[in-house]
């Protein structure tokens, strides 16, 4: 059974050839009765010339499997654009949760505000006292705190 990205199973994508497993040991095969050696060759050889394309192609093949991926996730995702200035809740982690508070806790905290926004999605916060927080926050650990 061949990988959903590429259709090809490990073995082909290494070696260029299906594995093939004998049923009986010392029983030969029908496939390997009927085979002639030169013709054998010729049409591994002419795999192996081949075996780069192959490989190629199932390169496209993965590429195109995350972007269609990425697709599926970017559609569904409900991204928060937020300038600098602008006050937000940050989503409490099992880290940054106070202990023995258990499920009644809250689950936001803040206000936080955006001091600059790193890469797409991704921002430098500041707490109420001051103090610069430690690292960069995503889209989807904030929400925009309304006064």
């Known amino acids: 059974m061949g990988k959903s990205s590429t259709g090809e199973t490990p073995f082909f994508q290494v070696y260029g050839a299906e594995a093939l497993i004998l049923v009986k040991v010392g029983e030969p095969t029908v496939r390997y009765f009927w085979a002639d050696e030169?013709?054998?060759n010729e049409?591994?050889?002419?795999k192996l010339e081949l075996l780069d394309e192959c490989r190629d192609l199932t390169h496209i093949m993965m590429v195109s499997q995350k972007q269609r991926m990425e697709r599926y996730y970017n559609q569904r995702a409900n991204l928060r654009y937020f300038k600098v200035g602008n006050l937000v809740l940050r989503k409490m982690t099992q880290n940054?949760?106070?202990?023995?508070?258990?499920?009644?806790?809250?689950?936001?905290?803040?206000?936080?505000?955006?001091?600059?926004?790193?890469?797409?999605?991704s921002y430098e916060l500041e707490n109420q006292d001051g103090v610069k927080l430690p690292s960069n926050w995503d889209v989807t650990h904030?929400?925009?705190?309304?006064c």
């Open 43 to 46: 049409a591994l050889l002419v």
């Open 38 to 40: 030169e013709t054998n």
């Open 96 to 121: 940054t949760r106070e202990l023995n508070v258990g499920k009644a806790g809250p689950t936001w905290e803040g206000p936080n505000q955006v001091l600059a926004v790193t890469e797409k999605g």
């Open 142 to 146: 904030l929400k925009r705190y309304y």
